[in-house]
């Protein structure tokens, strides 16, 4: 790495107030500032950032959508209470040697206590040069470790072992078409001899154990379902057990196992749902961080559900970099780029996120690295190549994928864990009355399940694919902006100014334009609803949503609802 700017940020004994300390940087000292930081504030807002991310995925018009615009305002508090003073005097020096030497600005964060590694960090927004700093500069999350480790000597090609694990009682994977993803992202490098890919797609206690004793693997990458344990708080994966159920492994119990293989591999993916949730008491209780700390070198999480067009993306982008010999951190720059490639309002560059346990970043040390400077790399070698990779099935499907989600949100780890699940396509509404928003559901851990919704300003009303059992709850954020059809002031999810139109209002004591809901075919009356909400459901029914407005017909502009069903208790 060029440069590097390493700064720990922990909490002071005043509420409120933490402490941020420059321990490297390229102009030398080490400045610190006191800070002010409302991190309850920001953790409330993470449901609201993850359905902004999830709803970038579909294409917008708009210079700055209003999905955007949330993500860069967190950045930005997040970038300015950061490098504040000589701190932020020191991130502009380091920066600038980097550019003199032509290389990239190493930022690495060391978070001393547990609400902070809850914040999204990876949203870190530069309002001076407009830019976001993990899409121009490598970032790292960093876990401690009492000494440092050389890079893992590995003669080509990588080989990765791939687990499938889809137990019964949980939303079934589509596994030929996992494995098919996974394989077409990795194909290029395996034809080059750079990757080999193995597969265990019975993903047991026993059968992972029994393949990791076989040695030799320098990745894993595990495909199924995550979640988060609030009772426990720990983060869990789904394994399966011998009646072919959900076996919940802890990330404690996960990094012993691992620890079997020798040597262990240095690099591991999780891209299941919440495995990258952590609890905001303990800081090394979820999945990816539990890892990390237990002694892998390095893991990749998705904080974030993510579509299967920026997973394939950043998994073709990550692996690439990574057969070409370069640092992990750096490698998961590259599948943010490889993300950025997939349409130009997307976001989700934001929800890889990356923990590195110690100070060295790069994990292998093999002839792969120098392949790139120069000279064909050479033919793969004998059962190098892909297996049982099904035929070319012309398949194009590009609509978002909503993984399980419950508790704190956020998903999975180190190399590339790719949790993928098959859903519905996408419905949109025509703009008429009475019509579908366009839900994808999956019915997650403990029954809960999660879906997006577009509410077009125009639609008499919106129906959703979200069923409420008497006493169930649904937890509802929604973003984005309308416009009245009369003119005025654009709105949110909260409805116009104090005031503005009250004899356009369906339900009398609500603002005009604001998100309301009701339950189809039931004497559940209107309940309002705004930019968050949380209804327990009185009767049975389908969830129904619309704006308080009885003068439509004319307006322009959208929301995007996430709903959360959560069952009673």
Partial sequence: MDAVLELEIGPTPEAGTYLVRVLRSEGGGEPSASVRLDVDALTARRPLLEASVLSSAVPSRRVLPATEAALRDVGRTLFE???????????????????????????????????????????????TDGTYLCRREPLVRHVPSPHSTAPLAIERPLRILALVASPRGLPQLDVEAERERLEDALRPQVDAGLVELAWLEEASWANVHARLLEGGWHVLHFIGHGDYDEAADEGVLAFVDPDGRADLVPAHALADLLDEAEPTPPLVVLNSCDSGAASPSDLFSGTAAALAHSGIRSVVAMQYSISDGAALAFARGFYTALAQGRPVDDAVRSGRIGILGTGRGTLEWVTPILYVRGDETRLFASPAAGAAGGGAPPAAPPGSSVSGSPPASGRTRAVPRWLPWAGVAAAAVAIVVAVLVAVRPWETADGGSDGSGGSDAVEGIGG??????????????????????????????????????????????????????????????????????????????????????????????????????TTIADNTGAFEVTVTVVPAQ
């Avoid at 209470?81 to 600005?105: D, H, K, N, W």
């Avoid at 005025?488 to 139109?501: C, I, T």
């Avoid at 603002?511 to 609803?529: K, N, R, V």
């Fill in 81 to 127: 209470a950061t490098f504040q003073g000589e701190v932020g005097a020191a991130y502009r020096a380091s920066a600038a040697v980097a550019a003199e030497r032509e290389g990239r600005l190493q930022l690495v964060l060391r978070l001393t206590s547990a609400e902070l590694a809850a914040l999204p960090w990876e949203t870190l927004f530069d309002p």
């Fill in 448 to 549: 809960t399940s999660r879906m997006v919704v577009q509410v077009d300003a125009d639609a008499t009303s919106t129906w959703t694919e979200a069923w409420c059992e008497e006493g169930s709850r649904l937890d509802i954020t929604a973003t984005g902006e309308a416009q009245p059809g009369a003119g005025g002031a654009p709105f949110g999810p909260d409805g116009m100014a104090e005031g503005v139109q009250p004899e356009d209002r369906i339900i009398a004591d609500v603002p005009t334009g604001a998100l309301i809901g009701s339950l189809e075919d039931t004497d559940d009356p209107l309940f309002p609803i705004g930019s968050n909400a949380h209804y327990v459901c009185p009767v049975s029914g389908t969830l129904v949503l619309g704006l308080n407005d």
